[in-house]
């Protein structure tokens, strides 16, 4: 469900003056969709859907393991072929991956499952670290949260930054993480500053971040100068 809240919170409706998108989910069997949360989805689209799609994004399942059935890898296949743009979030990795999509292409999926991706599918070049992969018409995307960074990337890539950027504030979330950016942190992170004129500073640049923060600025604010500040 948080795969799902994700792309329909980045791709569904927005306030005035943001983009909206004919977005729908689509599945091979059209019904209620058991989900993690217990609680069943409503899908009432097929995979005809696809034919027609700028984007199509598989999304993380329960049942990853076992590949999807013929219908599903013939549609993905299908839209690729047409000219559709392909993404996956998390697992959804190893649907593209078994529709052979990926075959000689890099690609990510959540951390604790890349060992695996790379086990099954030997001809994908898996990166476990990256938070997404952009190899042109197929883009594939980290778990969870990284979602976000994937979506936020795509609409970056075809509308621009400031439309991604308009959306990420609606979101109140970073507008742009780079995809090669680690998917955790194996030590911990530091404490706050404990220089008190450093320290103001940091939090001035925190409330200011949509504003240039040439290190001139930071380094008068902090009474520094700029080659002892930097």
Request: charged residues 20%; glycine residues 10%.
């Amino acid at each position: 469900m948080l795969a799902v809240g994700i792309v329909a919170e980045v791709f569904g409706p927005h306030g005035e003056g943001l983009p909206g998108f004919d977005f729908v989910l689509c599945t091979d069997r059209p019904g209620p969709v058991p989900t993690d949360l217990g609680v069943p989805l409503m899908v009432a689209d097929g995979l005809d859907r696809l034919a027609a799609a700028d984007l199509v994004i598989a999304l993380p399942w329960a049942g990853f393991r076992t590949p999807p059935g013929p219908a599903v890898l013939d549609a993905l296949s299908a839209a690729n072929e047409s000219g559709s743009l392909l993404a996956a979030h998390c697992v959804g990795t190893f649907a593209l991956a078994a529709a052979g999509l990926l075959d000689g292409r890099r690609a990510t999926t959540h951390w604790r499952f890349a060992e695996l991706l790379a086990h099954r599918h030997p001809d994908v070049v898996v990166d476990p670290d990256a938070l997404y992969i952009d190899e042109g018409r197929i883009t594939t995307g980290a778990g969870a949260a990284a979602g976000f960074d994937l979506c936020l990337h795509l609409l970056r890539r075809e509308y621009g930054a400031a439309m991604a950027n308009a959306v990420a504030r609606d979101m109140v979330l970073p507008s742009h993480r780079d995809g090669g950016q680690a998917q955790y942190l194996t030590s911990p992170v530091p404490e706050d500053c404990q220089d008190e004129r450093l320290a103001e500073v940091l939090a001035w640049a925190r409330e200011h971040l949509h504003e240039p923060l040439p290190v001139a600025e930071l380094a008068r604010r902090a009474v520094m100068s700029k080659r002892s500040f930097a």
